[in-house]
């Protein structure tokens, strides 16, 4: 089972990947970046379809699977090169918690933290639907899984345990991959410096959001913790992704539920 403090630790790691120095050499914004409603620089350009939107390189399928885009928002992105036209316009927003628009959404990165955990449940339950996960694996090894199917989606996770995913796809997911395992050893190894997320029981649905919003913070500030790259993933060993941990692979019948 994934702890509070666990998905704190992948979520700022999910911060960590999606960062982009948003400032050229001389201070100024590049080119498709705007300032937001916080006058901090966000992302607004052509490259949202592949960069993903906000904090956390969310996609348009997870801001639909959380209630934030309507439910046909998807069938208009019929090209990459739509996403960021479709997205911009206020009538794909159901307006949940106030947001109408995509720059009223990248405003707030309260929600967009309780978003990606939404986001990351959903994915832990479709893993387990699709035969990936059981549930009662170690926390690094459904990390392993989880990442990349929060990110890419889980029928991605499933064609790159098929070895069906394209060369680039699977780089992606591997290297995200390594990323939440590292994750997941920082914030075991410095639970007891951090002290967060005391008191919540576990990845559920019943996690104490405030707390959690918290504990992001904590994380990442706490000047007892060493400064440490997320990003890096130098001799970290990726846990197999061919067996479970008791030598068996499990698959569910029936068409994997991304």
Known sequence: MITAEQVTALTAQAAANSYIDPYDADGNLLA???????GDPVYLGADIATRGIGVYGQTPAGLT?????KPGTLSLITSPA????????????????GIT???EYLSDPILQNLAQIDIMTGAFQGLIDAGILTGGESAKYQATFLQPATRYGVNAVVSWVNDTA???????????ARQAQYAIDFV?????SLNVGIGISGFENTVDRQDLDQAVVDIIGN???PSIDYADTVATELVPITINE?????FAPGKPKG
């Not at 498709?32 to 916080?38: F, K, M, T, V």
């Not at 075991?188 to 007891?192: I, K, N, V």
């Open 223 to 225: 000047p007892k913790v």
């Open 82 to 97: 739509l996403t960021i036209t479709v997205l911009n316009t206020p009538a794909v927003w159901t307006g949940q918690n």
């Open 246 to 250: 008791d030598g068996v692979f499990r």
């Open 32 to 38: 498709d970046w705007q300032l937001n409603n916080n």
């Open 101 to 103: 628009s995509l720059l």
């Open 188 to 192: 075991d190894t410095y639970s007891a």
């Open 166 to 176: 394209s060369t680039e796809l699977t780089n992606n997911i591997l290297l995200i």
């Open 65 to 69: 699977l959380t209630g934030y885009l």
